[in-house]
């Protein structure tokens, strides 16, 4: 038994007798609580919703809004709605995935840094845009992605030395 | 009652059945990849679709409800066409290598392609890379070739009440797979091997031995002895051309030989043996106020269920093994001892009906000394694989006789191969167990059929003993959930895995039908019917091995080599 599965269980009580239509909900507060769906988790709910893992895993994996990792200290999301398509988001998001070496929906080893995907953040006059932890970078080309990282990994460092 | 027009012709029809049922009934045939009997319909694969009078669309004839008076156009060109195209779109990203695939000339994406004139690729789709996934001892999967019908998901959740794999994923990377992106060998899958059957392409396989057998066969260092199961002398013949139906079991014997096993036994004759230790354990029990109701072990896939899913039963499951890992323990202890050879130097060959039987001889238990008791374990659909590369054809060949003395056995082994025919079997000794006598009527009719639970009572010798017999497992969670909830009229469960018992199992020739299942069913009945031997504590063999060898049912011999333990399992 572990921290995790502590966190789980208001959340358990309170949709207990609940049946598959209650399944989203729960995942998402979950989620919200524990940062992310960890197969430790899935176990866990599955046995006290009596539904079998792979469902659950089934459902959530439908849903970009879920993760299997724990988020990254710092939590990249790129946009790639049309605008920020038009305006070369691809490249942008090739430029990521090839800096943090993670996919999107990943986490790097160090725990830094997690990448997603989001269809518009409704900053399309900014385009190409990313947000990492909330703030926005706008307006990007490949070539800042790497600065921009290079900072929050500074930011990183020096928060470790103070 | 509904009227309703099919391609210009009335049919009869009641309100609410499907299109679908309809057309099969009066012999008209669209093809479908998704539609199961029984099951629930999910219209998914859409080649069912027919034109209906009045719909802007096709409709899924699979899952579309009839009315009275409606106009159904099966075969127009606009349907003809609409099913073309889907199978072009799921050639798109198909690999196309149907020359290596196991399921050539037996997949039915292929026939489809075939019937419905697909000559040319017509959409060239990106290819679908997926990891194939061979973890499993039972089951090997090859998501590239899936064509995300559903049939193994549906099969797995409705009939077995399993639901190890699902769809994961969304869109074009949807993949039919176990939870966490893991190997199948880490989920609750049972092995059993009906999602095989299931599949119409190549995604799902069995985990093939013919290499190991056939390296084994042409080792002369080692003796290679054979068993075969009940059920696969009935549906053998189905590969070869033969009526669903037709014991070949003189010729599966001359088949084996001419392969090269040095000796080939009946699993009917540990089937036996499995009746006088399971049936002593029952009236063990009973007498002496063991756990109650007790349950049949043969069925593996079965056991690891219980395992899984209903830990607190286990130990009501007998602590017998299977025929399979009873002869593989005699093999290699007493025949390897009466024959003066080193147990080291003999492999162990079963033939089976069953992908789970591939699990269970991998179980760690199920050896002594770090040596394994069955070295190799081949389907029905292996075996014919093997006899046809050999050149051989069942058809041609004369009939011989099994090896003694494990080639000997009684028809209470032989019908071990259909659901009731282990309750069937067990009770014909037991009373015979219990009273000294025979049962006047050696038939016991309600335990035998297709039914998923099947129940009876009877009185031996002042006992009143319940029995029930399920098959499928969605059926035997049923059963076992009023057992949690306090059933207690019942003393002795016969569970097998596949509805139908062993003649439908995982391993067992493909493309077949329920008309197909019940032949080979009625074939058990019949060698029942019409052999003199009809129970197992009748099998002079298996007396001659308790007197010179075993001692006695439940003793310390048996306890050593025919029975085992179970291990709790987490679900996945």
């Known amino acids: 038994m572990n921290v995790e599965i502590k966190q789980l269980e208001p959340i358990l009580k309170k949709y207990e007798g609940g049946g598959r239509d209650q399944l989203i909900p729960l995942l998402q507060e979950v989620q919200n609580t524990v940062g992310y769906l960890s197969r430790e988790s899935i176990t866990c709910i599955s046995r006290k919703m009596n539904l079998p893992a792979s469902k659950i895993y089934g459902v959530a994996t439908f849903y970009n809004q879920f993760r299997f990792t724990p988020q990254g200290k710092y939590h990249v999301q790129v946009c790639r709605g049309t605008a920020c398509h038009v305006k070369g988001s691809a490249a942008i998001l090739e430029a990521l995935q090839k800096e943090l070496g993670v996919n999107p929906g990943q986490t790097t080893r160090d725990g830094l840094f997690s990448l997603e995907v989001v269809a518009c953040i409704g900053a399309c006059g900014l385009a190409p845009v990313i947000t990492v932890d909330g703030e926005f970078h706008a307006r990007l080309t490949p070539e800042l992605v790497g600065e921009i990282i290079e900072t929050y990994r500074r930011k990183a460092a020096e928060n470790v030395k103070a | ?572």
């Open chain 2, 1 to 572: 009652m509904a009227a309703i027009e099919i391609n210009g012709r009335i049919a009869e029809a009641t309100e609410g059945e499907t299109i679908l049922t309809v057309l099969r009934r009066i012999g008209v045939r669209v093809p479908t990849l998704c539609h199961i009997d029984g099951l629930t319909p999910t219209g998914a694969c859409r080649l069912c679709v027919v034109e209906v009078e009045g719909m802007p669309g096709l409709v899924p004839s699979c899952a579309y409800p009839v009315r009275d008076g409606m106009k159904v156009q099966t075969h127009s060109p606009r349907a003809v066409r609409a099913r073309k195209t889907i199978i072009e779109l799921l050639l798109a990203d198909h690999p196309d290598d149907c020359l290596y695939c196991e399921r050539n000339g037996c997949c039915q994406l292929q026939d489809l392609a075939e019937e419905l004139g697909v000559r040319k690729r017509r959409y060239a789709g990106g290819h679908r890379r997926a990891n194939l996934d061979i973890s499993s001892p039972s089951i090997v999967r090859n998501p590239e070739k899936c064509i995300l019908c559903g049939r193994c998901v549906r099969v797995c959740e409705e009939v077995q009440a399993v639901s190890a794999i699902d769809f994961v994923g969304r869109g074009c990377r949807t993949q039919v797979a176990p939870p966490f992106g893991e190997g199948i060998n880490v989920s609750s899958c049972i092995n059993c091997g009906q999602c095989i059957v299931a599949c119409p392409t190549g995604a799902l396989r069995e985990q093939s031995d013919i290499k190991k057998v056939s390296d084994a066969l042409s080792n002369p260092a080692l003796t290679v002895v054979v068993q075969h199961a009940p059920s696969v002398s009935v549906t053998i013949g189905e590969e070869f051309g033969l009526k669903p139906g037709t014991d070949a079991v003189g010729v599966l014997t001359t088949a084996l030989r001419r392969l090269g096993f040095k000796y080939v036994f009946d699993t009917g004759f540990s089937a036996d043996l499995t009746i006088m230790e399971e049936g002593s354990e029952l009236i063990h029990r009973i007498k002496h106020g063991g756990k109650l109701p007790m349950f049949t072990s043969c069925s593996p896939g079965w056991v690891k269920f219980v395992e899984t899913f209903y830990p607190d039963l286990m130990g009501n499951v007998s602590s017998c093994k299977s025929p399979q890992q009873m002869m593989g323990a005699i093999i290699k202890t007493f025949f390897a001892e009466r024959e003066k050879i080193d147990p080291k130097k003999i492999f162990s060959v079963s033939i089976m009906p069953c992908t789970a039987k591939k699990f269970e001889a991998g179980r760690p238990e199920m050896g002594r000394d770090g040596l394994a008791d069955i070295d190799a374990v081949l389907t029905t659909r292996e075996l014919a694989r093997l006899i046809r590369l050999r050149g051989l054809d069942l058809n041609t060949l004369e009939s011989d006789e099994a090896d003694t003395p494990f080639g000997e056995r009684t028809t209470a082994g032989k019908i071990f191969g259909a659901s009731g025919g282990v309750m069937e079997a067990a009770l014909r000794s037991a009373y015979y167990l219990l009273t000294g006598a025979e049962m006047e009527d050696l038939n016991i009719k309600n335990v035998r059929g297709f039914d998923g639970i099947k129940e009876a009572r009877l009185n031996i010798n002042g006992i009143d003993v319940g029995v029930a017999v399920v098959s499928g497992l969605g059926n035997a969670r049923k059963l076992l959930d009023e057992i949690r909830a306090g059933r207690d009229d019942l003393h002795f469960i016969e569970v097998m895995t596949c509805p139908g018992g062993c003649i439908n199992g995982g391993g067992q020739p493909l493309k077949v039908d329920q008309e197909a299942v019940k032949a080979r069913m009625r074939a058990l009945y019949k060698i029942d019917r019409e052999e003199a031997l009809r129970t197992s504590h009748s099998n002079a063999s298996i007396k001659r091995l308790y007197d010179e060898f075993l001692g006695e049912p439940l003793g310390e011999k048996s306890h050593h080599l025919l029975h085992t333990h179970y291990v709790e399992r987490d679900v996945v």
